[in-house]
């Protein structure tokens, strides 16, 4: 039997809890993050194994992309969760570049399922298990407004100005033709 292992750790948004499981080869893939208060968070289970060593690696990423000098992670994912339709919608996530938006509708013509796809996508980006290093929080409204985020808009928002993505005001008399 595979062994869960979990850490605890600390950010700008609050405490996160990084879950992970030993995959082939001895690796420790990460499974979630979850932020306290997060709805559908992880929450430590009977017979986990506290290893903070084992995301080592995973926290100081973490650190350098809040302190503002990381885009993005190079971190093994656990690949078996979720469905189908699930990962490809995580995997469209994980292409967003950083800095920028997109939204609900693109993410669905990118996986090939508009139109009424769009809610499924919504679905599916809401049951993301790597909030943060998957960067769910890049998808926004058709109308450029902040939509869904697991952990709240306010969160959404603070890591989206992170990343220099939210439109600032132009200076009066300014305009952006």
Known sequence: MTSTLY??????????????????GG???LRSLSLEGQKGAAVVEDGWVRADG?????????????????DGFDLPYDEESGTEFQRR??????????????????IARRIGSPGAGVRAVGTAIGRNPLLVVRPCHRVIGADGSLRGYAAGLDRKEWLLGLEGA?????????SRA
């Open 54 to 70: 084992a995301f080592e690696e995973a926290v100081e990423q973490l650190g350098a992309y809040f302190a503002g000098r990381r």
């Open 89 to 106: 919608v995580w995997r469209a996530l994980d292409e967003i570049p950083y800095g920028t938006t997109v939204s609900y509708g693109e």
């Open 166 to 174: 939210l439109e600032r005001p132009l200076p009066a008399g300014r």
């Open 27 to 29: 690796r420790v893939v």
């Open 7 to 24: 850490t605890r750790t600390d950010g700008p948004l609050g405490a996160m809890l990084l879950v992970g499981r030993v995959a082939d």
